[in-house]
T-cell receptor, first 117, second 109 residues
């Protein structure tokens, strides 16, 4: 099946710093990538939908100036958490939809655990 | 609004069968997914239903009734490794995934 990678797997940073998370589709092209956040014992929460070559679409309540998304190519999307604070500590997961796929399946990356001290 | 309902938690015995239900009310329907998620890991794909009926894949089966807005995931011959959360997600008319809160399945020996 299609493979999506994320880097880094985990990161610990000080409050006020910025953190960049990369999401790559390794063996397929993805015009659309999705960024999710998951707090402990809760379901996935969609943060934004990222389309290659255009601005991301953010869900209500998600600050676009705080969570910068860049989808520069068909295989790479990045999420930058700017001026991170402890409340941003969470599990961030990206997913990608296969351009050639016909069943709307999203393939998930392994996730990035962010801890802000 | 859009809504996905599934039980919060279920407990079953190793070797037994368990059925996890999911009901949905969404703006449009373009398919329903079931994902398995172990603690601290990303979700992994289990099944996709877009037409009514039962899809069987090894020990796991998934059923869909579009007229009833209902699906279930059936797990047979339960193993301890099946302890996980099971997420139901519906693709709406905008091709967005609408997620249920997940069902935590606890398997006891």
């Amino acid at each position: 099946g299609a493979v999506v990678s994320q880097h880094p797997s985990w990161v610990i940073c000080k409050s006020g710093t910025s953190v960049k998370i990369e999401c790559r589709s390794l063996d397929f092209q993805a015009t659309t990538m999705f960024w999710y956040r998951q707090f402990p014992k809760q379901s996935l929460m969609l943060m934004a939908t990222s389309n290659e070559g255009s601005k991301a679409t953010y869900e209500q309540g998600v600050e676009k100036d705080k969570f910068l998304i860049n989808h520069a190519s068909l295989t790479l999307s990045t999420l930058t958490v700017t001026s991170a604070h402890p409340e941003d500590s969470s599990f961030y997961i990206c997913s990608a939809r296969d351009l050639a796929g016909g069943d709307n399946e999203q393939f998930f990356g392994p996730g990035t655990r962010l801890t802000v001290l | 609004g859009q809504n996905i309902d599934q039980p919060t938690e279920m407990t079953a015995t190793e070797g037994a069968i368990v059925q996890i239900n999911c009901t949905y009310q969404t703006s449009g329907f373009n398919g329903l997914f079931w994902y398995q998620q172990h603690a601290g890991e990303a979700p992994t794909f289990l099944s996709y239903n877009v037409l009514d009926g039962l899809e069987e894949k090894g020990r796991f089966s998934s059923f869909l009734s579009r007229s009833k807005g209902y699906s279930y995931l059936l797990l047979k011959e339960l193993q301890m490794k099946d302890s996980a959360s099971y997420l139901c997600a519906v693709v709406d008319s905008n091709y967005q995934l609408i997620w249920g809160a997940g069902t935590k399945l606890i398997i006891k020996p």
